[in-house]
Nanobody
Framework: QVQLVESGGGSVQAGGSLRLSCAASEYTYGMGWFRQAPGQERERVATIYTSTEGTFYADSVKGRFTISRDNAKNTAYLQMNSLKPEDTAMYYC?????????????????WGQGTQVTVSS
């Protein structure tokens, strides 16, 4: 069982920045961040793969968020700049093994406990 430990959430004003970290207890093929606001479905924010270092970003965060990973540390990062109030949500780190797509929450194998991001206007 892979353990994921997130850190870096918090409260910022609009236009500010936060950096989320997700440390995995062992190697995982794909890692990513999903978020869920109250009353809304969980949505994919950004994902990254090991072999190709390919990345995905939701349209709503393109140009503002950057996902990266340090394979030596089994850690993924989400740098969030120019934050908006609509980015307010619980952010969950997720990981996947065995190949395949990380295009939906149902495809991910492991989940962190979540970290709250709150952006005030």
């Amino acid at each position: 069982q892979v353990q994921l430990v997130e850190s870096g959430g918090g409260s910022v004003q609009a236009g500010g920045s936060l950096r989320l970290s997700c440390a995995a207890s062992e190697y995982t093929y794909g890692m990513g961040w999903f978020r869920q606001a109250p009353g809304q479905e969980r949505e994919r924010v950004a994902t990254i793969y090991t072999s190709t270092e390919g990345t995905f970003y939701a349209d709503s965060v393109k140009g503002r968020f950057t996902i990266s990973r340090d394979n030596a540390k089994n850690t993924a990062y989400l740098q969030m700049n120019s934050l908006k109030p609509e980015d307010t949500a619980m952010y969950y780190c997720a990981a996947k093994n065995g190949g395949g797509s990380c295009d939906s929450s149902g495809r991910m194998d492991y989940w962190g406990q979540g970290t709250q991001v709150t952006v005030s206007s």
